[in-house]
């Protein structure tokens, strides 16, 4: 991961070595680099490879690579070398696994209540999909979200946060594809 992004974590917790964090799990910023949320477009729904081969004749479907539903570290590098120190809001594309709808409540649960006040975030509006009015085909979302950090550097704190790795298995899981994408106010 990059130096920028692993300074600030490391400082942030007054340690000098991440890995003693995380005893066992490859060390604080490697979880991260395997749980984070996708902070750049990580997906493009419906692009050539994606899912299953439409048309495929054969006995088993064939798949492409797997989506992106979490960032690496050089997504969260470039995150932050993009800060302003204005506030930014994440918009959320989320398509569910079977059963996801459920494991992404209890996920949103603990993000509301703990995390996002922790860093001074908020949604600011949450919503199911429906069927796109202009898309290619494949690109209907199952949910959208808004969601307001104060900074980008208080979005890297929340996912930084040890107690919030906790529940990122469940965001995880309960997504086959997503897109989170950093905006901000036009102006």
């Not at 979005?155 to 905006?183: C, G, I, K, N």
């Amino acid at each position: 991961m990059g130096d920028l992004f692993e300074s600030m974590v490391k400082g942030g917790a007054k340690v000098k070595d991440p890995d003693t964090m995380m005893a066992g799990a490859g060390g604080l910023l490697d979880r991260i680099d395997s749980l984070l949320m996708a902070l750049a477009l990580v997906l493009v729904p419906g692009r050539p490879g994606a899912g299953l081969t439409v048309g495929h004749t054969g006995p088993t479907p064939t798949r492409g690579p797997p989506m992106a539903v979490d960032p690496t570290g050089s997504d969260l590098k470039t995150f932050l070398a993009a800060d302003d120190d204005g506030p930014v809001v994440m918009l959320n594309l989320l398509r569910f696994a079977p059963g996801g709808r459920e494991l992404y409540a209890e996920y949103s649960r603990a993000v509301v209540s703990t995390f996002l006040p922790r860093v001074g975030g908020e949604v600011v509006y949450a919503g199911r999909g429906h069927a796109a009015l202009v898309a290619e085909d494949g690109q209907a979302w199952d949910a959208v979200l808004l969601v307001r950090y104060p900074s980008r550097a208080a979005f890297a704190r929340m996912v930084a946060d040890p107690e919030y790795q906790q529940v990122t298995h469940l965001r995880t899981e309960a997504l086959s594809e997503a897109v989170l994408q950093p905006t901000s106010a036009w102006g």
